[in-house]
């Protein structure tokens, strides 16, 4: 595969673009992780205020609705 005379200095290329690609990608996975979080956290206030909601109709319904003991 020796297709070049500089193979060397092409892998070298190769070697520091594939590095570069693997930082690139672990800082979006970092990124992301960090975005998972935050929107793991809105999505639980979220569903806290929706039970929250739910709990007070069903306790305005009263009777054999009631979810809490």
């Known amino acids: 595969m020796s297709l070049?005379?500089?193979e060397t200095l092409l892998n070298v290329f190769l070697k520091l673009i594939e590095m570069g690609g693997l930082v690139f990608l672990y800082l979006i996975y970092v990124f992301l992780q960090s975005m998972k979080n935050i929107i793991i956290i809105i999505i639980i206030n979220l569903l806290e205020f929706e039970m929250f909601f739910v709990?007070?109709?069903?306790?305005?319904?009263g009777g054999r609705y009631h979810l809490l003991p």
């Open 55 to 61: 709990f007070n109709v069903f306790a305005n319904y």
């Open 4 to 6: 070049l005379p500089n």
